[in-house]
Every structure is written in structure tokens, then in C-alpha cells.
């Protein structure tokens, strides 16, 4: 099989169906994930407009008996798995910590955090013994900078960020990769959540104001940086925190710098 085959979690909406639809146009095979029955049947009508190889399947990124077993039915339909991105992702809790809903706030570390664990503890011993594959986590809002009154969240994608770097240095001398992606701002019902739900109104007002102030993205933006990890043009910064916002050139120019080992992972400053 000369197409290369990508799974992605949660891409029944936002950033993940964009990221689907990207990739059909470009002649992967695309398999996505999603817990919501209809939507799974919309964006594989979406994806068939391009080839009928593509499929969507219902998982629950937190319960990995589900994540096996969807990896077993991937193998067995295409043989491989070239590139994974982890991008199922909850932001529910909303508001001071301890005022939030324990329920939500467990969600969001859940979904995001351990969901990402079970994804790729599931996905690299397959890789492994396939002697090469990519794995793309999505971090974000909250990783690089405080996130206040949106703590799951920001807790998990930073725990995100360290659970990459550790991963690679595991993987150091396999052709295993792993990358966190931080995808920008982006239009999609999770931002639309926290800019019109009454929790997000309160305590999130900013965010409508970076929309307002433009800084947010296009959908093919997040796409487009995750084809440049497959296409081997990241490959320095493996384990780091790359965002759609860096410019690639000063990127790789960073990776020659002996003085920017640090750059791209959380690191204390010592001020000593």
C-alpha cells in the first residue's frame, strides 16, 4: 500500500475534522474517531467525496479496550499505521477550581491526558514493530502560560507536553517519532463554548477578543503543520512544543544553536 494511513482522534468536529478532510484531499488514507454517531456518518460522507477508502469508527479515547480494539480493526483492513494524532480533546470546566464541577474537571484531565496515554500506549508497540511511524500530540491553551479559570484543561495539555518529551527520549534510538502541536486558536465548538456559555462569558471574556483582534487561524492551518512533521521537516524537535504561530526557517535555525538545546520544552529558569 503506497498511501499513507493516518489516524485521527476526535474528528468529528473542529480542528480534528478539519484535520480529516485536509488529508483525504491529499491522498492519505484517513481513518478518524469520534463518539457521536451521527456526526461520524457526516464527515465520512464528507470524506467519500475523495475515496471510498477512508473510514471513521466509534471510540472512546478513555476506555482503551476501545483503543485496542479500533487499532486491531485498523491493522487488520490496511496492514499499517503511518501517523497518529492524538487530538480528541474536553474543555468543560469552567470557572474557579473549586467551584467547577469535579465531574467536568476529571473529564477534561481524562479525555485529554489520559486518553492521550492510552492512544499511544496502544499504537507504539505496533509501530515499533513496524520499525517506524509518527505520533502527533495536540497541546495547547494553558501549556506555555497560566490558563485561570480553565485549570483542566491547561493542566492537561501541559502534562501533555511533558508525557512527549518523556516519550521521546524513551524512543530515542527506535524510528518511533513523537511531536506536540500546538494548533492555535481555532473557530470550532470548543471556543464557541467558552465565548458563549455563561461560565465562558464570565471568566473566558478574552477570548472573544482575540477573535476580534484576529489572531486566530485558518481550519488548514493545524492540518498543514502536522503534514510537515510527516514530511520530515520538524524532525530537530521531536519531543518539543512546536506552534503554527513559529516560522519554520527560524525554527530549524534554532535547532543548529548549541545556546537553544532547551528551546521548545518546559523548563525552569534559574535565576540563581
Not at 467519500?48 to 486491531?72: C, I, P
Not at 470546566?93 to 492512544?119: M, R
Given at each position: 500500500m503506497n498511501k499513507k494511513v493516518i489516524f485521527i482522534t476526535g474528528a468529528t468536529k473542529g480542528i480534528g475534522r478539519n484535520m480529516a478532510n485536509y488529508f483525504a484531499k491529499r491522498d492519505f488514507i484517513v481513518v478518524g474517531s469520534g463518539r457521536n454517531e451521527q456526526q461520524l456518518k457526516e464527515v465520512?460522507?464528507?470524506?467519500?467525496?475523495?475515496?471510498?477508502?477512508?473510514?471513521?469508527?466509534?471510540?472512546?479515547?478513555?476506555?482503551?479496550?476501545?483503543?485496542?480494539?479500533?487499532?486491531?480493526?485498523?491493522?487488520?483492513?490496511?496492514?499499517?499505521?503511518?501517523?497518529?494524532?492524538?487530538?480528541?480533546?474536553?474543555?468543560?470546566?469552567?470557572?474557579?477550581?473549586?467551584?467547577?464541577?469535579?465531574?467536568?474537571?476529571?473529564?477534561?484531565?481524562?479525555?485529554?491526558?489520559?486518553?492521550?496515554?492510552?492512544?499511544?500506549?496502544?499504537?507504539?508497540?505496533?509501530?515499533?514493530?513496524?520499525?517506524e511511524g509518527k505520533i502527533v500530540n495536540i497541546v495547547g491553551g494553558g501549556t506555555l502560560d497560566a490558563f485561570p479559570y480553565g485549570n483542566g484543561y491547561g493542566t492537561s495539555k501541559t502534562a501533555i507536553a511533558r508525557f512527549t518529551e518523556n516519550l521521546t527520549n524513551e524512543l530515542q534510538d527506535t524510528s518511533v517519532e513523537v511531536y506536540a502541536l500546538d494548533p492555535g486558536l481555532n473557530d470550532t465548538d470548543m471556543t464557541k463554548y467558552q465565548r458563549t456559555s455563561e461560565e465562558g462569558k464570565k471568566y473566558l471574556a478574552n477570548v472573544e477578543k482575540l477573535f476580534e483582534d484576529n489572531v486566530d487561524v485558518s481550519p488548514e492551518h493545524a492540518p498543514s503543520w502536522v503534514e510537515k512533521i510527516i514530511d520530515d521537516q520538524l524532525q530537530a524537535f521531536q519531543g518539543r512544543i512546536v506552534t503554527v504561530y513559529d516560522n519554520l526557517e527560524e525554527l530549524n535555525q534554532k535547532a543548529s544553536q548549541a545556546d537553544q538545546a532547551d528551546y521548545g520544552y518546559l523548563r525552569w529558569k534559574d535565576f540563581s
Open positions: 465520512r460522507k464528507e470524506l467519500l467525496q475523495y475515496s471510498g477508502d477512508h473510514r471513521m469508527v466509534a471510540m472512546d479515547v478513555t476506555n482503551l479496550e476501545e483503543v485496542k480494539s479500533t487499532l486491531k480493526y485498523v491493522i487488520d483492513t490496511f496492514g499499517k499505521i503511518d501517523v497518529w494524532v492524538n487530538n480528541a480533546g474536553s474543555f468543560q470546566a469552567i470557572g474557579p477550581t473549586w467551584e467547577v464541577s469535579p465531574d467536568l474537571f476529571k473529564q477534561d484531565i481524562e479525555t485529554n491526558l489520559v486518553g492521550t496515554y492510552h492512544c499511544a500506549a496502544v499504537v507504539i508497540p505496533f509501530m515499533l514493530e513496524q520499525q
